[in-house]
């Protein structure tokens, strides 16, 4: 979310993602990214945004990639009516395939979106978010090791 992003105001953005081969997979794998954007939407650099949506391409798949970026031009094609578009590579660096795949599929970089070839890292949403995250898991772990040396200690007290 740095690079090409001058101004979040009236932007949508574009989350990115390889995707999976199997729908089931990728399907949770859409959720994984529409969580993360339920918690970037609380940065109030991101509250300027237009919209934030998620995507994946499916890059790996010829039989998924030819439909999932045909969605991906969609949703392209509909929101660059009402402002710019910017794609972020759900990915922590580079920017992946999709500046190809997308000019495959007729779209041109500067004209129809903006890439930021940055992806997340490093950015300080991302670092909060990753923080965040890590210390749930910290006390998480925390707490079961407290909760599993209180019962060893209770069954040498019997």
């Not at 009236?10 to 989350?15: F, P, Y």
């Not at 993360?36 to 010829?62: F, M, N, Y």
């Not at 509909?78 to 910017?86: A, D, P």
């Amino acid at each position: 979310m740095n690079g090409s992003w001058r101004s979040a105001a009236g932007e949508t953005v574009i989350l990115v993602a390889h995707g999976a081969g199997d729908d089931e997979t990728d399907a949770r794998w859409l959720v994984a990214m529409n969580r993360q954007i339920g918690q970037l939407q609380s940065d109030p650099h991101c509250k300027k945004l237009r919209a934030l949506l998620a995507a994946t391409v499916r890059e790996d798949w010829p039989e998924k990639r030819e439909k999932a970026v045909a969605q991906l031009k969609e949703k392209i094609e509909e929101w660059k009516q009402s402002g710019r578009v910017v794609l972020i590579s759900h990915r922590l660096r580079g920017a992946g395939p999709y500046r190809g795949l997308l000019e495959k599929a007729g779209l041109k970089e500067g004209e129809d979106y903006q890439m930021n070839r940055a992806a997340f890292a490093p950015h300080p949403v991302l670092t909060r978010w990753l923080q965040r995250g890590i210390e749930r898991k910290i006390r998480a772990m925390s707490n079961q090791i407290s909760s599993m040396v209180a019962d060893r200690e209770a069954s040498e007290k019997e």
